[in-house]
C-alpha cells in the first residue's frame, strides 16, 4: 500500500507539474510587436521562470556478437521526468533483445539454429524527503521460454552534513523458466529474495567511495532446461581434455545425456566497494567485488574506469575490466556415471554443462566517449559512444577453450526543461 | 580468498579516515563523473550478468536475465 501511495504521489506531482511547463511553452499573443530589448526582457525572464521540471529521454542500441555464434542487437529508449528541486524523479526504460544462437550448445544438443526477442521493461521512483530517500522499482522481462518479475526498494539517509550515506535495499523476484512450445503448467519456478547493505562517504574533497554487502537468496527450479550433459563410463572422464570438440565428447560418452540438475537452493554473498577520484580534468574509477556462494563458487571482479575530458564538449578514455572465478564444488568437466551393485549406472546426482558455473577468466577492454551537443547546462544533449573487446577463457570445460566478442553501444542523451 | 577480502575491506576502512567536506569544497564532488552508480549501460550489465558467475555489488531493480 505505502508503495501505491509512493507512485500515486508521484504522478500527481508529475501531473501538477505540467502547468508551468505548458505556460511557458505558450505561444506569443497575436499582433504582438517586441523589439529586440523586450525579446531579450522575455528571454531573461523565461530563464528566471524555467521550470523545475526536467523532462529526459535516451536512445540506444547496442550490439553483441561473439566467436561462438551468439548475436545480439537490443535497441532501448528510456525516459525520465524529475524535479531536483522537489527532489523526485520517475523513469521507464524498455529494452528488446534480438538474439541469434548457433553456439556449441545449440550444435551438441543436436539443435539447429535458434532466433529469440526477449522484451524488458522496468519502472522506478525516487523520492527525497530532507535527509531521507526512497527509490522503488519493479521490471519485467519476457521471452518465449522464460518470465522474470522484480520489484524492489532503497532507503538512504543523508547524515554527517552529507559526508555520509548509509543505505539499505531490498528485492524480489520471481521467474517462470519453460520450454518453447511447453505448457505453462509444466514449467519451473525460481524467486529470489536480495538484501543490499552498504554506505557511501566522502573522502576527501576529491575523492568518495562506497562500500556494500549483498546476500541473494535463491530458491527453486536454478538449472538450464536446454542443456544436456554428456556422460562417460566411470575412468573415461580424465581422458576427455579441456575443450574436448562436440566429435569427440560423442565418440567417448555413454548413450545417456541426462538433463542439467542443480541444488534448488543457492546463498550468494558478495562484498563490493568503489570509488572515484576526480583530478583538474579527468577521474578515476574503480569498483572491486569479491563474492562466495553457497555451491562453492568464489570470484573476484575488478573494474577501472578513467575518464578525461579532453576538449569542452568531449569526455572519453579507456574501460578495464577483470573478473576471475573458481568454479562450484561440484563442477567437472567430463561427469562420470557410476557402476552401482547390480551393475547398472546411476548418473551423478548434481551435473551441469553451464561452463559460467566453472572456473573462468574474463578480460575485458575497451574505451568509451560522450559528446555534448548542447552546451545548455540545464538540458544537456549528448552522443555517447562505446566499444568493448571482451575475451574468456575456460579453464575446465568442453567444447570451448575460450571466448572472443565484441560490444559496442550508442547513446543518445536528449533532455528538455 | 579471504585474506584479500580482508584486504579490500581493510584498505576501504581506512579510508574512511576521511576529512569533513564542507558543501562549499564540494565542487568536484559534484561532477557527472563522480556518480557511485553502476557504470556499466544496461546492455553491459547484462552481458556480465550472464557471463559471470558472480552478482551483487550493484543497484537498481529490474527483470531477470532469461538466459536459459
Known sequence: MQLTGRVLTAAALILSALGPVTVLGAAKPAGDNNDDEDEEDAQDLARLRRSPIAVRASTAVSAYSDSDSVHVVSPTISGAVADDVAGWSVNGRYLVDAVSAASVDVVSAASGHWFEIRHVGSLAADVKTGPVGLMVGGGVSREPDYLSLGVGGTVSVELLDKNLTPFIGLSYGHDDVGRTGMAKAFWQTMQKVGLQLGATFVVNRSTIASISGDLILERGYLAKPYRYVPLFAPGVGASVPPGASVELVNQLRIDQRPADALPDARDRFAISGRIAHRLDSSTIRLDQRLYRDSWGLTASTTDARYTVDAARRLALGPHVRLHVQHGIDFWQRAYEATLVAGGTLAIPRYRTGDRELGPLKTVTAGAGARFLLSTDLHAPWALTMQLEGIYTAFEDALYLKSRRALFANLLLDVAFE | ?68
Open chain 2, 1 to 68: 580468498m579471504t585474506k584479500r577480502l580482508f584486504l579490500a575491506v581493510g584498505l576501504l576502512l581506512s579510508a574512511v579516515g576521511c576529512v569533513h567536506v564542507p558543501p562549499y569544497q564540494r565542487g568536484r564532488l559534484a561532477h557527472p563523473t563522480m556518480l557511485l552508480t553502476d557504470a556499466a549501460t544496461p546492455g553491459e550489465a547484462h552481458i556480465y550478468a550472464i557471463q559471470e558467475g558472480a552478482v551483487g555489488g550493484g543497484s537498481g531493480v529490474e527483470g531477470g536475465c532469461g538466459c536459459n
